[in-house]
């Protein structure tokens, strides 16, 4: 059974501070996709990442996809209170998507 | 718009009711999912269609759980004699390829209630 861990379950920090949240896997995945969730919304994709050692940058946002393609992680700079939200890594294969637990994160003011 | 809708968007159900949850993707989107997400979790998966063609179901929790998407394009989720553990919210998504690595369009997601 492939399954993908995150942490921290929880985070809250004030604004302007920096963050960083992990996803992490027994098994490789053929892509690994970071998404945002807002309550009473579906998820949005930020990210998807393929290649391992990976790095792609997104404004204040940088994604790590691990060499052996079974972890990832997700830093972001001076976070901002419009970051608060459920952050979810999925991990992509033919006919399926995991989604991890999620890193719910409150930025506050 | 051009988005995934889903409804309805909210239901409340007797239990041992049956229930129809209707997603519409994006046109064209060969590939749906659906998932069920409990509060403060992450999305579960339920089922894939790669147009109506049913091809992984291994997520559906019980038999009382039927997808079906007869056309290609709207899906339909449909739980028989509805019980509470099955509270939850049932979100769907499409992507223009095949298969998980693409980009998923989710829907607002509906949200039941089982009483």
């Known amino acids: 059974t492939q399954l993908l861990e995150q942490s921290p379950q929880f985070l809250s920090i004030q604004e302007g501070e920096n963050l960083t949240v992990y996803c992490n896997s027994s098994?490789?995945?053929?892509?690994l996709q970071w998404y945002r969730q807002e309550p009473g919304e579906g998820p949005v994709l930020l990210v998807t990442v393929v290649t391992g050692g990976e790095v792609k940058k997104l404004k204040r946002l940088t994604f790590q996809f691990g060499d052996a393609r079974k972890d990832s992680s997700l830093h972001i700079t001076a976070a901002q209170p419009g970051d608060t939200g459920l952050y979810l890594c999925?991990?992509?294969?033919?006919?399926?998507?995991?989604f991890g637990p999620g890193t719910s994160l409150s930025v506050i003011p | 718009g051009a988005g995934v809708s889903q409804s309805p968007r909210y239901k409340v159900a007797k239990r041992g009711q049956d229930v129809a949850l209707r997603c519409d993707p994006i046109?064209?989107?060969?590939?749906l999912f659906w998932y069920q997400q409990a509060l403060g979790q992450g999305p579960e998966f339920l089922t894939y269609?790669?147009?109506?063609?049913?091809?992984?179901k291994s997520g559906l929790p019980s038999d009382r759980f039927f997808a079906e998407r007869p056309e290609g394009s709207v899906s339909t989720l449909k739980i028989q004699r509805t019980q509470q553990e099955d509270s939850a919210v049932y979100l769907c998504?499409?992507?223009?390829?095949?298969?998980?690595?693409?980009?998923?369009?989710f829907g607002p997601g509906t949200r039941l209630t089982v009483l």
């Open positions: 999925a991990g992509g294969n033919y006919d399926k998507v995991i």
């Open positions: 269609f790669q147009n109506e063609a049913q091809l992984d």
């Open positions: 098994s490789v995945f053929s892509s």
């Open positions: 998504a499409s992507s223009q390829g095949r298969g998980g690595y693409n980009e998923q369009f």
């Open positions: 046109s064209g989107h060969v590939s």
